[in-house]
């Protein structure tokens, strides 16, 4: 996740509709949280059940400021799952976990309102 997105940056160029299906972003329930002592900024270990074409994926997050280990799994989040994997430290990010910046910079999580099916796709 990346936290450091200045949130006062001019909007992005007009894109078509087909670039943005290209980004492909699924919604997912975190089974699994875990502490990451080796990340250079704090930073927690997500595994996340995306149904069953999808499956489960492991994710890496700045969301140490807003979140508790013991409250994330459970809950549901949105990530694009179709980025290449990218290795963070000793870890292989299969997704970008999805968040907002706070009015501090701190990563807020991008959630469904209402309980969805696991790999529903964003549109």
């Known amino acids: 996740m990346h936290a450091n997105h200045d949130p006062a940056a001019e909007a992005s160029p007009t894109i078509g509709f087909d670039d943005f299906l290209k980004v ?7 089974i699994e949280a875990l502490p990451f ?26 969301i140490t400021e807003h979140y508790a280990l013991a409250d994330l799994p459970g809950m549901q989040v949105a990530a694009v799952v179709n980025f290449p994997p990218r ?3 000793p870890v292989m990010s299969e997704v970008l976990t999805l968040g907002f910046p706070d009015a501090e910079g701190k990563v807020v999580l991008v959630q469904p309102t209402t309980p969805v099916p696991n790999g529903g796709r964003l549109f």
């Open 87 to 89: 290795q963070i430290g």
């Open 24 to 30: 492909d972003v699924r919604i997912g329930t975190i």
């Open 37 to 62: 002592p080796e990340a250079r900024k704090p930073a927690y270990k997500l595994i996340i059940d995306f149904g069953p074409v999808i499956g489960i994926k492991r994710s890496s997050a700045q």
